[in-house]
């Protein structure tokens, strides 16, 4: 029997916002460099306004298509495709990645291999073929102080490691040793897969996760409008008891900033408000207060640098109503994380409406 006939349905879900070029590059690398199993694709967009859903259904009939009429996040849209997806393994893609030959088939062969493994990816590389940091350590207080200071702009991750590694184990704070693992661990260069430790998290531009997975932990949480979501669910999988799993060897393009922009997670008041949602939600009051001011210290430098440089990186009044939100915000939401119902399957229409209106 050949690979084909035994492995399981794969249902690959794109989440686009304006990225018609990289969605169509993306969808194109699919039909070349594909899995062997059986496959539907399920691409949600976000209200663009690029012509992106008339060139997919155009181009590529086999594609099922939802299209929203509002701009619904990057979690909110990725759970409409999950809902609507039929198959046992669900590939979470960002629009702007190119699929190589094999990388698909490997990470479906590895949840098959390894009954624990909840969610897998693979190396991400750079449009150079440079390696991306595909695993990290979540975010914590010293990433978050290294960010505000602007020190990681100094000092760059793999000159910690080195200097690190000339310092005694005892030395570092535990959170920092984990902060510089991924720099550390030779086993990057390498092909051998290997499992994450606890505290890290896969990026979410490619997860391929197992369906059983997802039906015990729940969807995304909505809450996170972009960013900080992939590290939220890995946290939660790994609190349940399933593993993360790195593969070294199998590739995919991943051309960042496509769609939000290169400069979006210093400027956008979403994407804080998913840093300082994120500490609510898994480091208590206090990590949220501590985060809080970080942040707002970020927010106060960029504003500073922008009175003396020529190209800010935000206005002054830009800056000023995001410092203004960020010290605004001390409660969120309740979490929502929609429950993903063994076997069962949303009927989805192109307008992005959904018969499951209300998740358990």
């Not at 969807?219 to 939220?232: R, T, V």
Request: aromatic fraction near 8%; include cysteine; proline fraction near 5%.
């Amino acid at each position: 029997m050949g690979l084909a006939e035994t492995m399981k349905k794969l249902s690959i879900i794109i989440v686009n916002y304006n990225t018609c070029g990289a969605l169509l590059d993306c969808l194109q690398s699919l039909r070349q460099h594909g899995p062997k199993a059986d496959l539907e694709t399920i691409v949600i967009d976000n209200a663009s306004t690029d012509s992106s859903v008339a060139r997919v259904e155009a181009q590529f009939p086999e594609v099922i298509v939802i299209a929203n009429a509002e701009n619904r996040g990057f979690s909110a849209a990725n759970n409409q495709g999950l809902q609507r997806a039929t198959g046992d393994h669900l590939l979470l893609l960002n629009s702007d990645t190119l699929v190589k030959a094999g990388a698909l088939d490997a990470l479906a062969l590895c949840l098959e291999e390894h009954t624990r493994v909840g969610i897998a990816s693979c190396q991400l590389l750079n449009a150079d073929g440079s390696p991306q940091l595909t695993h990290n350590v979540v975010p914590n207080l010293p990433m978050l102080f290294a960010q505000a200071t602007g020190a990681r702009r100094l000092f760059s991750r793999q000159s910690l490691a080195r200097l690190a590694s000339l310092l005694p184990g005892f030395l570092l704070p535990k959170t920092l040793r984990v902060y510089l693992q991924p720099y550390k661990n030779p086993r990057l260069r390498g092909t051998e897969s290997y499992d994450l430790p606890g505290q890290s998290y896969l990026s979410g531009a490619c997860l391929m996760i197992r369906r059983a997975c997802l039906e015990d932990i729940g969807l995304l949480d909505e809450n996170f409008f972009l960013y900080c979501e992939d590290a939220d669910l890995c946290l939660r999988a790994q609190a349940a008891g399933w593993k993360l799993r790195f593969l070294p060897g199998p590739r995919i393009v991943h051309l960042v900033g496509r769609s939000a922009g290169p400069s979006y997670r210093e400027i956008s008041w979403e994407a804080h408000k998913s840093t300082l949602y994120f500490f609510r939600k898994h480091r208590g009051f206090l990590a949220f207060l501590l985060a809080k001011g970080l942040v707002s210290l970020m927010v106060m430098r960029m504003i500073l640098t922008g009175l003396w440089r020529r190209n800010p990186p935000v206005s002054l009044k830009r800056g000023a109503n995001l410092l203004w939100s960020v010290l605004g915000a001390w409660s969120f939401p309740p979490r929502r994380e929609p429950r993903l119902e063994s076997g069962q399957l949303a009927a989805v229409d192109r307008s992005g409406t959904c018969s499951i209106a209300e998740f358990t």
